[in-house]
């Protein structure tokens, strides 16, 4: 039975990507030049060329909020060897944060990326923390060479929605 | 219309009782905050905006970022000068007051008073830059008071390390006759990268500066009918000029052949002579009216442009003609544009002065300033403005009378 159950969820995960509120989306520590659509965005993740890129230092805060809650089963990281992230820390549900406070709650979880993940493998998050999130904050604190430009090339949220409205499927029934 | 949230840090050390800036450091730093205060809201209602103090018995928050200009006023009032100017303290507890703003949706911006020597070193205060930037705050530093070569080279490395995408700017005010608000108004700290506050700005000069912030002195929207009159009549001078530099141009080609080569000598030699002769030549002008006909009937026979400014010039009494005013304003712009030309030296300064010219080029409809005839015509101008302020001073004798 749990095998079935574990099985079923692995069916069900869908891409996030059509459930992030594009609006409130925002990276710290980025370059201007490569910013983060270059590493989420449908067509732009795909394309080899572009990359986020870390600006000041090599840590990268990148927020992003649903618009529905969402439970959260595995995240795909990839990057080049040499600059993609290596400690990645994630935090469900905590909004606008900083730098500074960054390490003041601990994370819901934390991903340490092999080459392998790099070149695409999931990796599987501990998905009871991840049951009722409606914003994620990846904070990549250093990357696989300690150079001081952290790159991301592509980044893939996969999980299942949970049943909410989507308020704006809603307003369009209304109209007819 | 940036949204933003502001915390401006004001320096009130022993260095701001001096009066190098009238009536004295710290309160010409005082009407620059009020100005620029207003410039925030102004430009978007939600900005809001908090000040602290950097020195005293330390860096004091007075007042949280608020859209609320009558608190921000308030605070401002007794304050008290004294101790010494903590920059790196200052701009880390304005970095916390932005932090924890109501709008996290407000982009975030620190303006920096910098009155007295800045005892950091360049290292750290690049540290500061560099957090701020990963932060994504912005940083304006105004530079003014005390004047010092390592002072000055420390702002301009902070600002160097926060800036991101012209973001952030660093102003420098010597001390002189104008005020520090007035000096501000038109840096891109007040205009807020080139959209915003411009309207509060405007308005802000006019009241300020009482309308030298305008092309003639004059605020469109308190007189719009005497600015347009003297905006009209300068475009015709320029206009005429124009004609008169294409007149010349075709001069001076007819001469490199050799032609009226000896009465050009004279003119150049007339010209030459920086502002004797043409003072002279004005003398007599005035004086000697069969004359001046006499040569305003054979300047208008050497070339049809000339009976063209004719024309032009009684199109503009016509217009006169509807409002006494106007008429003055006409004549008293016609008069000036005359006693610009008696001065070669100043004429041609002017004219030579590229971004003078392509501004009124480019206030004008249907004028690209960077049409390659337009700039040669500039340049043919610049050589030629000599002989043009001779012809000009003809069909102008016409006009006065």
Same mark, same amino acid.
């Given at each position: 039975?749990?095998?079935?159950?574990?099985?079923?969820?692995?069916?069900?995960?869908?891409?996030?990507?059509?459930?992030?509120?594009?609006?409130?989306?925002?990276?710290?520590?980025?370059?201007?030049?490569?910013?983060?659509?270059?590493?989420?965005?449908?067509?732009?993740?795909?394309?080899?060329?572009?990359?986020?890129?870390?600006?000041?230092?090599?840590?990268?805060?990148?927020?992003?909020?649903?618009?529905?809650?969402?439970?959260?089963?595995?995240?795909?990281?990839?990057?080049?060897?040499?600059?993609?992230?290596?400690?990645?820390?994630?935090?469900?549900?905590?909004?606008?944060?900083?730098?500074?406070?960054?390490?003041?709650?601990?994370?819901?979880?934390?991903?340490?990326?092999?080459?392998?993940?790099?070149?695409?493998?999931?990796?599987?998050?501990?998905?009871?923390?991840?049951?009722?999130?409606?914003?994620?904050?990846?904070?990549?604190?250093?990357?696989?060479?300690?150079?001081?430009? !952290?790159?991301?090339?592509?980044?893939?949220?996969?999980? !299942?929605?949970?049943? !909410?409205?989507?308020?704006?499927?809603?307003?369009?029934?209304?109209?007819? | 219309?940036?949204?933003?949230?502001?915390?401006?840090?004001?320096?009130?050390?022993?260095?701001?009782?001096?009066?190098?800036?009238?009536?004295?450091?710290?309160?010409?730093?005082?009407?620059?905050?009020?100005?620029?205060?207003?410039?925030?809201?102004?430009?978007?209602?939600? /900005?809001?905006?908090?000040?602290?103090?950097?020195?005293?018995?330390?860096?004091?928050?007075?007042?949280?970022?608020?859209?609320?200009?009558?608190?921000?006023?308030?605070?401002?009032?007794?304050? $008290?000068?004294?101790?010494?100017?903590?920059?790196?303290?200052?701009?880390?507890?304005?970095?916390?007051?932005?932090?924890?703003?109501? /709008?996290?949706?407000?982009?975030?911006?620190?303006?920096?008073?910098?009155?007295?020597?800045?005892?950091?070193?360049?290292?750290?205060?690049?540290?500061?830059?560099?957090?701020?930037?990963?932060?994504?705050?912005?940083?304006?530093?105004?530079?003014?008071? $005390?004047?010092? $070569?390592?002072?000055?080279?420390?702002?301009?490395?902070?600002?160097?390390?926060?800036?991101?995408?012209?973001?952030?700017?660093?102003?420098?005010?010597?001390?002189?006759?104008?005020?520090?608000?007035?000096?501000?108004?038109?840096?891109?700290?007040?205009?807020?990268?080139?959209?915003?506050?411009?309207?509060?700005?405007?308005?802000?000069?006019?009241?300020?500066?009482?309308?030298?912030?305008?092309?003639?002195?004059?605020?469109?929207?308190?007189?719009?009918?005497?600015?347009?009159?003297?905006?009209?009549?300068?475009?015709?001078?320029?206009?005429?000029?124009?004609?008169?530099?294409?007149?010349?141009? $075709?001069?001076?080609?007819?001469?490199?052949?050799?032609?009226?080569?000896?009465?050009?000598?004279?003119?150049?030699?007339?010209?030459?002579?920086?502002?004797?002769?043409?003072?002279?030549?004005?003398?007599?002008?005035?004086?000697?009216?069969?004359?001046?006909?006499?040569?305003?009937?054979?300047?208008?026979?050497?070339?049809?442009?000339?009976?063209?400014?004719?024309?032009?010039?009684?199109?503009?009494?016509?217009?006169?003609?509807?409002?006494?005013?106007?008429?003055?304003?006409?004549?008293?712009?016609?008069?000036?544009?005359?006693?610009?030309?008696?001065?070669?030296?100043?004429?041609?300064?002017?004219?030579?002065?590229?971004?003078?010219?392509?501004?009124?080029?480019?206030?004008?409809?249907?004028?690209?300033?960077?049409?390659?005839?337009?700039?040669?015509?500039?340049?043919?101008?610049?050589?030629?403005?000599?002989?043009?302020?001779?012809?000009?001073?003809?069909?102008?004798?016409?006009?006065?009378?």
């Amino acid at each position: 039975m749990s095998a079935e159950s574990a099985s079923a969820i692995q069916r069900n995960q869908v891409d996030l990507l059509d459930f992030v509120d594009w609006s409130g989306v925002e990276c710290l520590n980025q370059s201007g030049t490569h910013s983060l659509p270059n590493a989420l965005k449908q067509g732009y993740r795909e394309d080899e060329g572009l990359v986020l890129e870390s600006d000041a230092d090599e840590q990268l805060l990148i927020y992003i909020p649903f618009n529905q809650v969402v439970k959260l089963h595995s995240i795909i990281i990839k990057g080049p060897e040499e600059e993609g992230p290596k400690t990645v820390k994630l935090f469900s549900n905590r909004e606008h944060m900083g730098f500074s406070n960054v390490n003041d709650f601990p994370p819901s979880d934390t991903a340490v990326l092999s080459e392998d993940n790099l070149k695409g493998k999931p990796v599987i998050l501990k998905y009871v923390k991840f049951q009722n999130v409606r914003s994620l904050t990846v904070f990549v604190e250093d990357n696989q060479s300690s150079s001081d430009i !952290t790159k991301v090339q592509k980044i893939v949220l996969c999980g !299942t929605t949970v049943e !909410t409205t989507d308020m704006k499927a809603l307003k369009k029934i209304e109209d007819h | 219309m940036v949204l933003e949230a502001t915390m401006i840090c004001i320096d009130n050390s022993e260095w701001m009782r001096n009066g190098d800036y009238s009536p004295s450091r710290f309160q010409a730093q005082a009407d620059a905050v009020n100005l620029i205060c207003g410039a925030k809201t102004q430009s978007n209602p939600e /900005n809001t905006v908090g000040v602290l103090t950097m020195a005293g018995k330390g860096v004091r928050v007075l007042v949280t970022p608020t859209s609320d200009l009558g608190k921000i006023l308030a605070c401002m009032h007794g304050l $008290e000068i004294g101790g010494e100017m903590n920059l790196a303290a200052g701009i880390q507890v304005a970095q916390l007051a932005l932090k924890h703003r109501q /709008n996290k949706k407000q982009q975030q911006r620190i303006i920096v008073f910098a009155g007295s020597p800045v005892k950091f070193d360049k290292k750290v205060l690049e540290m500061i830059g560099r957090k701020l930037k990963k932060n994504s705050v912005a940083l304006d530093v105004v530079n003014f008071g $005390e004047e010092d $070569e390592a002072k000055t080279e420390k702002l301009e490395a902070l600002v160097a390390a926060v800036n991101n995408n012209d973001s952030s700017h660093i102003v420098h005010v010597p001390p002189g006759p104008s005020a520090l608000s007035d000096v501000l108004i038109s840096t891109p700290i007040f205009t807020g990268d080139g959209e915003g506050g411009s309207g509060f700005a405007a308005a802000a000069a006019a009241a300020a500066a009482g309308g030298a912030g305008f092309e003639f002195g004059v605020d469109p929207n308190l007189d719009p009918e005497l600015a347009l009159a003297l905006r009209v009549s300068m475009e015709e001078e320029r206009a005429r000029q124009e004609a008169a530099a294409k007149k010349a141009a $075709e001069e001076a080609a007819k001469q490199e052949k050799g032609e009226q080569s000896t009465s050009q000598d004279v003119n150049m030699t007339d010209t030459a002579k920086a502002g004797t002769s043409e003072s002279e030549n004005k003398a007599t002008d005035l004086t000697d009216d069969e004359n001046a006909l006499l040569q305003q009937a054979l300047a208008m026979s050497m070339d049809d442009s000339s009976s063209n400014i004719a024309t032009r010039d009684t199109d503009m009494p016509e217009a006169a003609g509807d409002d006494q005013d106007l008429a003055l304003a006409l004549q008293l712009s016609v008069q000036d544009s005359m006693k610009d030309e008696s001065s070669p030296a100043d004429m041609s300064k002017l004219l030579a002065d590229q971004s003078f010219v392509s501004s009124i080029l480019a206030s004008l409809p249907g004028v690209d300033p960077n049409d390659p005839s337009v700039k040669d015509l500039l340049a043919s101008m610049q050589n030629q403005s000599e002989h043009k302020k001779d012809e000009d001073k003809e069909p102008k004798e016409e006009d006065k009378k």
